[in-house]
């Protein structure tokens, strides 16, 4: 394979738009040193080449993927560009070579550099979506209900089912403020839509005495005599404690200090990472 | 009495029940309900010791009959006593779920005139969360001994899991510290328990709505350290109990002191959480690694090592069987070497479907290298520039950060290498007799 040695390619963001770069690879036999999507930092040395979106290109790539190498490779990256990792675009590409060259095989290849770096994305996405199965807290306003979170990941595509199935009869969103994306749930339907911005209205009295009762439990349920501040903060980590309440509840002052200004978006048109 | 002062009060009392999964149920969510159950459990926030919350623990009551010696809930202490009303259970418990505070309910109780009455204050509770809140949440609910049979078959189909304490492993210790209570007492709903699950799924073979009895099975607990059972009766009451009831967890508790009794240690002694530990691992060796009670202690040796973990002192105890191919060896071999657990395990054996491994491509399978260097060769080869010196060997295997965490005063004094612990330890020269090929 022909490698440029100052190739960088440029895309819109979006799966298809990754998919169209595999494509390019592949059609003209080239290796680009860097993938970067619209709008983030790119590097001033590398020449740039600006990819096309194109429906049909990624079509052929997507459907190659189960067909040359497997179902669960298709999974994996969908999940590797919903991860956050750095570079999660060249770590795709160089799985999808890894893997057309060696077909299913590849899904055994723990060992392998590439795969074990886009398997450890996916897991890193795979332990934020499950945390926040747990961590995610609705305040009830009358008939909706809504929450805040600010993942890492793009975790939102993969927890809706949980949560669609849970509460099938309730109206509700979950507002993703560093993608800045919303899951909008109603009985029968759901959406992932983009949402700029939101902030939450005061919860009511009846909301707050309920957070109120929460906090007055969560202090009860733990046992002075084996405190393990460590262990709670490996298990709960910190940057998930601004909203919970019985957190933030607690200890008003450490909560204000950790407000930080919302994370740029990594991806400027999450819609299309569906 | 409002509301808060009796959620604290009733938590307060129920919250030295160490259980806390919500796992083992998987069901759907519907139409017209609240909620669903998911089989792997999912913890929904983690209290200041550590623990995880998934569940409202609350008692309906902690007022007693009883006066078991280690109760904080027993009738001659002066605590304050409050009680839910069922439908105060239901309700709380619904909004907490709805907010995602919890992924469902577990509720016990004191004894309130009669374990029969109590157990239908108890049905009452989950009727109501069930049939007219139409709650699919998780529910774990104690049985109370003594009950009678029906009531208690009644309140198992409206729960996922149901437990019995054991709270003291040995018969002797029950008749000094639980008086009301007996080994009989215990075992009798314990069984009918098992044997309506039992039942039960073969009625689901026959008949696919019939109502399903705690599909997240039956757990228990028992209190460490309030007596002097030692750690080998209790892993084989645990391995009985796993054999004999099928149970599906078993939690150990150390024992933290709550009320003042001759017959308990005092009042300002630690719970001793390093022996609960160790309880732990031995537990998940005997689930998940295919060990056996008999393999781990002893009547020669019937306490484990506090500065070993179970798995490294059966090996060391064992190093005729090792070093161990890591590209040959079985599963079953290997997770039994220290630092390789079922995850690496399972990776090992997918990997090297792939190829040859080596020291390098364990790490990234997860593989502690660090404990299991010892015990591992790689196409045939030790790890280049391995050194297994006693001191090195036994070093490696001690977890200093462990240790730290579970600081316990009489290890306090303990020097690195103090003579009543290694003597639990095989003999010294330990390693030189370690031997590989290659």
């Known amino acids: 394979m022909f490698v440029t040695s100052s190739l960088a390619y440029s895309y819109d963001g979006s799966f298809e738009g990754l998919l169209c770069c595999v494509f390019e690879s592949y059609q003209w036999k080239e290796t680009p040193l860097a993938i970067h999507s619209e709008g983030s930092g790119q590097g001033l040395l590398l020449e740039a080449k600006w990819i096309e979106t194109d429906k049909i290109k990624a079509d052929r790539v997507l459907r190659s993927i189960p067909l040359k190498i497997s179902r669960e490779a298709e999974e994996l990256v969908r999940l590797g560009f919903w991860s956050a990792v750095p570079d999660k675009e060249m770590l795709l590409l160089n799985f999808l070579y890894l893997g057309f060259s060696n077909g299913s095989a590849v899904m055994n290849m723990l060992a392998d550099d590439t795969f074990f770096a886009l398997n450890k994305a996916v897991r890193l996405l795979r332990r934020e979506s499950h945390h926040y199965l747990g961590f995610i807290r609705f305040t009830v306003y009358g008939p909706v209900m809504a929450a805040v979170i600010e993942p890492q990941g793009y975790v939102l595509p993969v927890i809706k089912d949980h949560f669609c199935d849970r509460f099938q009869s309730e109206s509700f969103m979950i507002y993703d403020r560093t993608h800045r994306v919303a899951l909008i749930h109603q009985p029968g339907r759901h959406a992932i839509v983009p949402l700029d911005e939101w902030v939450p209205p005061q919860p009511d009295e009846t ?68 | 009495m409002d509301m808060m002062e009796k959620l604290e009060i009733l938590t307060e009392s129920a919250k030295y029940d160490v259980a806390c999964t919500s796992s083992g149920s998987q069901r759907s969510g519907q139409a017209g309900s609240l909620g669903n159950a998911v089989s792997f459990g999912i913890c929904h926030s983690f209290a200041a010791d550590g ?90 609910v104690k049985a109370i001994p003594g009950a009678d ?71 228990t607990q028992m209190i460490v350290g309030a007596t002097p059972d030692t750690d080998y009766q209790i892993l084989n009451l645990t391995e009985g109990l796993y054999k004999k009831y099928k149970l599906k967890r078993i939690f150990y508790s150390a024992y933290t002191p709550v009320v003042e009794d001759s017959l308990l240690p005092s009042l300002d002694t630690k719970p001793p959480l390093l022996r609960e530990h160790r309880l732990y691992q031995a537990d998940w060796l005997l689930r998940f690694y295919g060990f056996e009670a008999k393999e781990l202690l002893d009547e020669a040796a019937p306490n484990f090592n506090p500065l070993l973990d179970p798995k490294c002192s059966w090996a060391i105890n064992h190093r005729e069987q090792f070093p161990v191919e890591v590209n040959r060896a079985p599963y079953e071999m290997l997770l039994r070497v220290p630092g390789i657990g079922v995850r690496s395990a399972q990776r090992i054996i997918k990997a090297r479907r792939a190829g040859t491994l080596d020291f390098h491509a364990l790490k990234k399978l997860g593989v502690v290298l660090k404990r299991a260097q010892f015990f591992i060769t790689c196409k045939g080869r030790p790890l280049e520039g391995l050194k297994v010196g006693e001191h090195t060997l036994l070093r490696s295997l001690m977890s200093g950060q462990e240790l730290a965490k579970f600081q316990q005063p009489e290890i306090e004094q303990l020097s690195f290498f103090d003579d009543s612990y290694l003597a639990a330890l095989p003999e010294a020269g330990v390693a030189a007799s370690f031997s590989y090929g290659g």
């Open chain 2, 149 to 219: 049979d029906a009531l208690l078959s009644r309140l198992g189909t409206l729960a996922d899991r149901m437990s019995v304490n054991i709270e003291l492993p040995s018969q002797e210790s029950l008749r000094r510290l639980a008086p009301d209570k007996s080994k009989q007492s215990i075992l009798q709903p314990m069984g009918l328990i098992t044997n309506k699950i039992t039942e039960n799924s073969t009625e689901l073979v026959k008949y696919k709505h019939a109502p399903r009895f705690a599909p997240a099975g039956q757990s």
């Open chain 2, 51 to 140: 623990r995880c919350i998934s569940l409202l623990k609350v008692l309906m009551t902690n007022g007693c009959i009883y006066d078991c010696a280690y109760c904080i809930n027993r009738k001659s202490n002066p605590v304050r006593r409050a009680a839910f009303t069922p439908q105060e259970i239901a309700d709380v418990t619904m909004q907490f779920y709805r907010r995602n505070y919890i992924e469902g309910l577990f509720l016990s109780s004191g004894i309130m005139r009669s374990p029969d009455y109590t157990t239908e204050q108890l049905i009452a509770a989950l009727e109501l969360l069930r049939n007219e809140y139409h709650f699919r949440g998780y529910i774990h």
């Open chain 1, 207 to 274: 909301e707050a005495a309920y957070r109120r009762l929460w906090q007055s439990f969560y202090h009860a349920i733990g046992i002075k005599e084996r405190k393990n501040d460590r262990q709670r903060a490996s298990m709960m980590p910190k940057r998930y404690w601004k909203h919970l309440p019985e957190m933030t509840g607690m200890r008003p002052v450490r909560a204000a200090r950790q407000e930080k200004a919302p994370r740029r978006p990594r991806n400027p048109k999450p819609r299309e990472l569906q």
